[in-house]
């Protein structure tokens, strides 16, 4: 049973692009959590979101950033006019139910020049 | 206050010391916690959760709960270099179960 797979592994953008982040959860879990890890700093909740749905997005900045997790496919964090304060760790961790452990992927390294 | 308090470490203990952490949380109808391990550039890995006062023991790791203090601690028996690493204290948040996570305690275990 594959882990939580998320890519690119890194990923350099310069700023005013765009990024766009992947996640396919494990195999049966159908609950996707993104978190971001800034250099120095704890791991932060950013979106919560079930198949098709977003649950909770309180953690998300208010401006570029979108997440997504359609029927078929990866979820999809996406960043626009990325800027050097994004740089950062992203990872997503998926569960098979809301009370079940979470289970990280090994992440996506933004790096912005 | 922070929601979740670790020490920030370092912690550095010698091979075969018990490795003890702790963690203070500020959240008191938070009913599930977790421990995770995280390696240099590495993502985080579940070493242990507890949901119920008292311990746990899983192999050289035991965790124990105070809910009553806001209180959880992770305990590491016979500790090995390959136990160096940052050890990290979550918590459900809420009804959508968002992880709240403590900075961690960078550990560090002599040869």
């Known amino acids: 049973n594959a882990g939580v797979m998320q890519n690119p592994r890194h990923l350099v953008r310069r700023r005013g692009q765009e990024a766009r982040l992947r996640c396919s959860p494990m195999?049966?879990?159908?609950?996707v959590y993104w978190y971001r890890q800034l250099p120095e700093e704890g791991l932060k909740f950013m979106v919560y979101l079930q198949k098709e749905n977003i649950i909770d997005e309180s953690g998300m900045p208010k401006e570029r950033f979108s997440a997504e997790f359609p029927k078929e496919g990866p979820s999809i964090l996406r960043i626009q006019q990325v800027v050097r304060g994004d740089s950062a760790a992203y990872f997503c961790a998926s569960s098979p139910g809301v009370d079940e452990t979470q289970y990280f992927g090994p992440g996506t390294r933004l790096l912005v020049l | 206050q922070k929601e979740v308090e670790q020490n920030s470490g370092p912690l550095s203990v010698p091979e075969g010391a018990i490795a003890s952490l702790n963690c203070t949380y500020s959240?008191?109808?938070?009913?599930?916690f977790f421990w995770y391990r995280q390696y240099s550039g590495k993502s985080p890995e579940l070493i242990m959760s507890i949901y119920s006062n008292g311990d746990k023991e899983d192999g050289r790791f035991t965790a124990q709960l105070n809910k009553a203090s806001q209180y959880v601690s992770l305990l590491i028996r016979d500790s090995q270099p390959s136990d160096s690493a940052t050890y990290l204290c979550?918590?459900?948040?809420?009804?959508?179960?968002?992880?709240?996570w403590g900075l961690g305690t960078s550990l560090a275990v002599n040869p």
């Open positions: 959240d008191r109808v938070s009913q599930s």
């Open positions: 195999k049966g879990h159908s609950h």
């Open positions: 979550a918590f459900n948040a809420g009804n959508n179960r968002k992880l709240i």
